[in-house]
C-alpha cells in the first residue's frame, strides 16, 4: 500500500516536470559581447550579463526590447560592464548600441567631396546587356556609356 503511493508521487512528479509545472526556465537573447551567468532563468530570478569589450573612446548604452525589463548597468574593473535585471515570465532580448566618440561626423563637413561633381559617379544600365556600370563603358559587353563619344 505504502509502496503504491509513492509510485503514485513520483508519477505526479514526472508529469509535472514533463509539463514545466513550476521549473520553467526562460532564456536571455544577447548580442555577441555579453557574457551571461547562466544559460536559462527562472521567473524572479536575479541575472546577470557582463559585457567585455570595452574600449575607452565608445560610448555604451544597454538597453532590453522587453518594455517590462529595467536593467541596471554597472562598471566594474574586473568584469567590464555589469548588467542586472530580474527575469520576467518570459524571454528576454538584451542587447548594446555603441558610438565611438572620435569618430568624426562626416554629415558636418559637406564640403569633402564637392570638388568631384557627383555625375562622374553616376550609375547607368547598359540598354544591350542590363548590366549596372560606373565606369564609361559596359563591363559586361564593352557597349559605351549613352552619352558618351
Ligand atoms: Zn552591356
Redesign the pocket.
Known sequence: MKKKLILFVLEVLAVMSLLGCGAEKYKVNADSGFELDKKSYAAGEEVTAYFKYVATDTDYNFYCENDDVKIKTDYDNAHGYVITFTMPDHDVTIGVKSRNTMTMDYNAHPEINTDVPSSAYEIWK??????L?AMPF??????KKPGVN
Open positions: 547598359c540598354p544591350d546587356c542590363g548590366t556600370n559596359c563591363t559586361e559587353c564593352g557597349r
